[in-house]
């Protein structure tokens, strides 16, 4: 009843070199090497770490990558200076290299689920793994338009500036707006400025808390009807996820690709079956059901961007460096081993699995499960 399906690895996603060693760290171990950056009391512990990392970023072995919810973490900080210096530290490691949405890998793993029973050819496009920027790591394009009164003037001003000079500036102004997503205004005055533009750090908020609210609502029907916890929990939960995380993907792509949903699922076991043959799905649905079986957590926005950066960066990144309880519930699952990821929990852990740990085969067109 439980035995864990094999994965499906997505064609559409295009991985980054195979020789590098993809590297993602949640909120709370960015906040100890940025401490150690700066020489901070808490932080000299650490100072061989963030050297290690310093040199396996400058040799090019490993890529450390930003996600959606590190930038979303990042807006609720009120200390300009924590800010900043959080900023400083992830630049220098990252390059603003981050990963793509966790919707976009979405797409690319519903589609290949679709692909053997499909009746039309998928519409997607290859999606890159890791680019650069916010913008890439909300699933749109990082391409900088120039926008003036009479509409998109950005091919007009190439023609002026030439090539080289208008790739100095785009490369330029693309920085200088990398920075300030990452270290917001400086002061109060600024702030009150940028809103003036249209910054509003609230707005991806309201999405977030809408789907903590959610696995609220699943909180107290499991409260009122605990049997389930004792039960078919991963059942339930895995049902959700598609109801809820795919309500507005699912119907699209079966549209597209001419199908209906019982061309796909017979019934429960076919059902549990296509759900978590998804990796990024999978991952979540193990520690959605963790935390629903514990019956304890009163479920936050933080709960939805741990979650959403881990089925990221479990699937598909090398090295992860997570908090205590997330790392025992994926070990627990066996999804380090499953998915060929070096899972930890401290940092200190992290020098020697830059020197030793290999890359593990890439997904892409031709990947199979690892």
């Known amino acids: 009843m439980n035995k864990k399906p094999s994965f499906l690895w997505p064609r559409l996603l295009e991985p980054p070199p195979a020789a590098v060693l993809l590297v993602y760290l949640d909120m709370n171990h960015w906040i100890a090497l940025a401490k150690a950056s700066v020489g901070h009391r808490e932080g000299r512990a650490l100072a061989g770490v963030l050297a290690a990392c310093r040199a396996a970023r400058a040799t090019g072995v490993a890529w450390f990558v930003l996600s959606a919810s590190i930038y979303a973490e990042m807006l609720k900080i009120k200390d300009p200076a924590q800010r900043q210096d959080l900023a400083e530290v992830m630049e220098e490691l990252t390059g603003f290299a981050t990963l793509i949405s966790?919707?976009?890998?979405?797409?690319?793993?519903?589609?290949?689920m679709l692909d053997p029973v499909a009746r039309l050819l998928c519409p997607l496009s290859n999606v890159p793994l890791i680019g650069r920027g916010v913008r890439h790591a909300f699933g749109l394009s990082s391409r900088i338009s120039i926008i003036d009164p009479s509409g998109n003037a950005t091919e007009e001003i190439r023609e002026r500036m030439g090539d080289s000079a208008f790739d100095r500036l785009m490369a330029e102004v693309f920085v200088k707006a990398e920075r300030s997503m990452l270290r917001g205004p400086a002061d109060q005055d600024e702030g009150q400025a940028l809103r003036a533009l249209g910054y509003s750090p609230e707005g991806p908020r309201g999405v977030t808390e809408n789907r903590a609210a959610q696995e609220r609502d699943l909180k107290k029907l499991l409260d009122a009807e605990s049997r389930w916890r004792r039960g078919r929990l991963r059942d339930v939960v895995s049902a959700r996820e598609l109801g809820i995380e795919f309500q507005n993907i699912?119907?699209?792509?079966?549209?597209?690709?001419?199908?209906?949903?019982?061309?796909?699922?017979?019934?429960?076991?076919?059902?549990?079956?296509?759900v978590r043959a998804m990796p990024s799905t999978e991952v979540a649905i193990e520690l959605k059901t963790a935390w629903h079986r514990n019956g304890q957590r009163d479920w936050t926005v933080n709960d939805i961007h741990d979650i959403d950066a881990l089925a990221l960066a479990v699937p598909y990144c090398d090295v992860v460096v997570t908090e205590k309880a997330c790392h025992h519930i994926l070990k627990i699952a066996n999804l380090p081993e499953r998915l060929?990821?070096?899972?930890?929990?401290?940092?200190?852990d992290l020098p020697d699995v830059l020197t030793e740990r290999h890359p593990k085969q890439r997904v892409g067109a031709l990947a199979t499960e690892y």
Do not use: Y
């Open 102 to 112: 966790r919707v976009a890998v979405m797409e690319c793993e519903l589609s290949t």
């Open 250 to 274: 699912l119907p699209r792509a079966l549209a597209e690709r001419g199908l209906v949903l019982e061309d796909l699922m017979t019934g429960p076991e076919s059902g549990r079956v296509f």
């Open 340 to 348: 060929g990821t070096a899972v930890l929990h401290k940092l200190t």
